[in-house]
């Protein structure tokens, strides 16, 4: 048995608690992990609200939160290469099993041997926002010295994604609440305010011409008044609202695999990109965790520490 903080139903934070569940054994292809440490998501509440049950609306409850997690491995399932029992590991609990979880189990071709010298809370933090960074641009390819627009720049994938576009010789605009200006603006990001009113016309002032691509983290309205700054629609991704395809552009396509994971890892080892976690807490501090995400107010990445 092994314990477990997740959601009896589809609701808001009162459907959440802790609960004892049996240790999820390794099917063909998945690896059973003690969990050192789990990333905490803006999907972790949004699966929790229902809100997108595509995902999630098959499995039983009660359900385990979260989505990605770093830890050691303690049995792998038959079919899994290149990983093996004691390994150090970091991945996508892709199969519903969850990561808010003192055990898990992880798809092998949705994780990856974490660096002897990556710490386990950063690893638990590059499944979702270090992979969607990476693939935003990598899907965009913009040459050295174009202008980039990220829209909610001052999250954990908004910051992960100025580092790398910056190491990419992008020029960095990003949009984002006041709060988030300093950690923006530290990173080389050249800043429009939600706080302050007509946020393209901010942007349009730093990018006169407007911009050469844009990576949407907020969807919504806030996508939609941003959307005719890019030059050319083609290259407008929203990670966050797959109704961008009616402005021209595109909802971002997810790789999700051990290469992506690597390749975020490896930046992170050289100093290209640092996951920017503002605070962890303890696994008993699960709910407190989640709702410093939900608010939208909390800047970088919240991690879960799981004792072992």
């Known amino acids: 048995m092994s314990r477990a903080f997740g959601y009896r139903t589809f609701g808001g934070p009162e459907v959440q608690f802790y609960f004892d569940r049996p240790d999820p054994r390794p099917g063909d292809g998945e690896i059973f992990i003690q969990v050192r440490a789990a990333g905490v998501a803006r999907l972790d509440h949004m699966l929790r609200s229902g809100l997108v049950r595509a995902l ?77 960074a990476l693939d935003g641009l990598d899907r965009l390819d913009l040459p050295a010295g174009s202008t980039l627009l990220i829209n909610g720049v001052g999250g954990s994938t908004g910051q992960v994604t100025a580092q790398l576009a910056r190491a990419r010789g992008l020029r960095v605009i990003g949009t984002g609440s006041d709060s988030k200006r ?10 429009a305010s939600y706080t302050a009113a007509d946020v393209s016309g901010q942007v349009r002032q730093l990018a006169p011409s407007g911009v050469d691509g844009l990576i949407d983290l907020v969807g919504g309205d806030s996508l939609r008044s941003l959307a005719a700054l890019v030059t050319d629609a083609r290259q407008l991704l929203s990670a966050a609202d797959a109704t961008v395809s009616e402005l021209g552009g595109e909802y971002l396509p997810r790789r999700l695999d051990r290469a992506s994971l690597e390749t975020v890892a490896a930046l992170m080892v050289d100093g290209t990109g640092d996951p920017q976690i503002t605070r962890t807490f303890g696994f008993d501090q699960s709910a407190e965790a989640l709702a410093a995400v939900e608010t939208g107010h909390s800047a970088g990445k919240l991690v879960l520490t799981v004792a072992v």
């Open 56 to 132: 999630n609306g098959h499995l039983p409850f009660p359900q385990v939160m979260g989505m990605e997690a770093a830890g050691d491995v303690l049995a792998v399932g038959a079919g899994v290469t290149g990983i093996a029992v004691g390994d150090a590991v970091f991945g996508f609990a892709l199969s519903g099993a969850g990561t808010y979880a003192e055990t898990t189990v992880l798809p092998a071709a949705n994780s990856a041997r974490k660096p002897e010298s990556l710490p386990y809370e950063w690893a638990a933090t590059i499944p979702v926002s270090g992979t969607t």
């Open 182 to 191: 300093a950690a923006a603006e530290s990173l080389g990001v050249a800043f």
